[in-house]
């Protein structure tokens, strides 16, 4: 059995090994055969350069550029290989040598225009003119309150120096004598404001604040009939109405000093507490008159006739 086992394993191996030598038929010719491929003419057919507008509108044909020089060497042609004809141009490489700043002249302008921008001249910077200070203002710029009088004199000149009205006037602190430095005094608390962004834009360490000197004023006059025959009191010219006991003081005495008589009264309590400057009094509504035309033409200050006790 063993023999038999042996004797068949070999007879496959051998049928493994040559029957497929009998299947095949010859081997493939290895003979190499050489065919020569002629390209056949390029058509007749005429090409022409088309520029045609980016954003619709009607083609444009230019002129046609000049021949080249036969048998130049730097020439690049398009070549059509679609059904339909499609645009053709030459383009031409500089030679060596030549000038590569150099731009070729192109015979029509439609083709390509190179214009040279003109640069956008800065705009003028205009300088906004200082707020304008008024005596009769009622707002003001506080910047500070020193007890050095030298360094509130250095304030009032760099201040003066950008054009800003500033000026000094005594304070305290602490019970010891100060000066405090102020901008101003300006109608309305935007043109404050206006000096105060001036001075803080040439200092940044500058920065005041914009407070209320003057409280508003009567909108009319008293009429002649405030005060009844049998009333008592009289009539005065009120210039104008302060939260600072000092600046009442300072127009007091710039009135006395201008020959009117003029004191000072307060009114309110607390925060609205008001320091007022008047002339006066006078017994009658035709004397408070004559006060407020003498200090228009004196102290340019259009008062407000009232009345008082």
């Given at each position: 059995?063993?023999?038999?086992?042996?004797?068949?394993?070999?007879?496959?191996?051998?049928?493994?090994?040559?029957?497929?030598?009998?299947?095949?038929?010859?081997?493939?010719?290895?003979?190499?055969?050489?065919?020569?491929?002629s390209?056949?003419p390029?058509?007749?057919?005429?090409?022409?350069?088309?520029?045609?507008?980016?954003?619709?509108?009607?083609?444009?044909?230019?002129?046609?550029?000049?021949?080249?020089?036969?048998?130049?060497?730097?020439?690049?042609?398009?070549?059509?290989?679609?059904?339909?004809?499609r645009?053709?141009?030459?383009?031409?490489?500089?030679?060596?040598?030549?000038?590569?700043?150099?731009?070729?002249?192109?015979?029509?302008?439609?083709?390509?225009?190179?214009?040279?921008?003109?640069?956008?001249?800065?705009?003028?910077?205009v300088?906004?003119?200082?707020?304008?200070a008024?005596?009769?203002?009622?707002y003001?710029?506080?910047?500070?309150?020193?007890?050095?009088?030298?360094n509130?004199?250095?304030?009032?000149a760099?201040?003066?120096?950008?054009?800003?009205t500033?000026?000094?006037?005594?304070?305290?602190?602490d019970?010891?004598?100060a000066?405090?430095?102020?901008?101003?005094?300006?109608?309305?608390?935007?043109?404050?404001?206006?000096?105060?962004?001036?001075?803080?834009?040439?200092?940044?360490?500058?920065?005041?604040?914009?407070?209320?000197i003057?409280?508003?004023?009567?909108?009319?006059?008293?009429?002649?009939?405030?005060?009844?025959?049998?009333r008592?009191?009289?009539?005065?010219?009120?210039?104008?109405?302060?939260?600072?006991?000092?600046?009442?003081?300072?127009?007091?005495?710039?009135?006395?000093g201008?020959?009117?008589p003029?004191?000072?009264?307060?009114?309110?309590?607390?925060?609205?507490k008001?320091?007022?400057?008047?002339?006066?009094?006078?017994?009658?509504?035709a004397?408070?008159?004559?006060l407020?035309?003498?200090?228009?033409?004196?102290?340019?200050?259009?008062?407000?006739i009232?009345?008082?006790?």
């Amino acid at each position: 059995m063993k023999q038999r086992l042996i004797g068949a394993a070999v007879l496959i191996a051998l049928a493994v090994i040559f029957v497929p030598m009998f299947l095949s038929g010859s081997p493939p010719s290895t003979e190499t055969v050489t065919e020569s491929l002629s390209i056949p003419p390029a058509p007749e057919r005429e090409f022409q350069t088309r520029v045609v507008a980016a954003e619709g509108g009607k083609a444009t044909t230019p002129t046609p550029l000049a021949e080249h020089a036969a048998g130049s060497g730097d020439k690049v042609a398009t070549v059509d290989a679609g059904a339909n004809p499609r645009l053709a141009s030459e383009v031409a490489y500089p030679q060596a040598g030549a000038n590569p700043t150099a731009t070729p002249a192109l015979s029509n302008p439609a083709v390509a225009t190179t214009r040279p921008i003109a640069p956008t001249p800065p705009k003028p910077v205009v300088e906004r003119a200082a707020p304008t200070a008024s005596s009769t203002g009622r707002y003001a710029v506080h910047l500070g309150i020193f007890a050095n009088s030298g360094n509130a004199d250095a304030l009032v000149a760099s201040a003066k120096k950008h054009g800003l009205t500033a000026y000094v006037e005594s304070a305290e602190v602490d019970g010891k004598p100060a000066t405090r430095v102020r901008l101003g005094p300006y109608e309305d608390r935007s043109t404050a404001e206006a000096a105060r962004l001036k001075l803080q834009k040439a200092d940044a360490k500058l920065k005041g604040s914009v407070v209320e000197i003057v409280a508003a004023q009567p909108k009319a006059d008293a009429p002649a009939t405030a005060l009844s025959a049998n009333r008592a009191g009289g009539w005065a010219v009120q210039l104008g109405a302060f939260k600072s006991h000092d600046e009442a003081n300072k127009l007091s005495a710039r009135a006395k000093g201008a020959g009117l008589p003029s004191f000072v009264d307060s009114t309110g309590q607390g925060a609205e507490k008001l320091w007022r400057v008047r002339l006066g009094p006078e017994p009658d509504r035709a004397g408070s008159e004559k006060l407020r035309d003498q200090a228009r033409q004196k102290l340019t200050i259009s008062g407000m006739i009232v009345t008082v006790p």
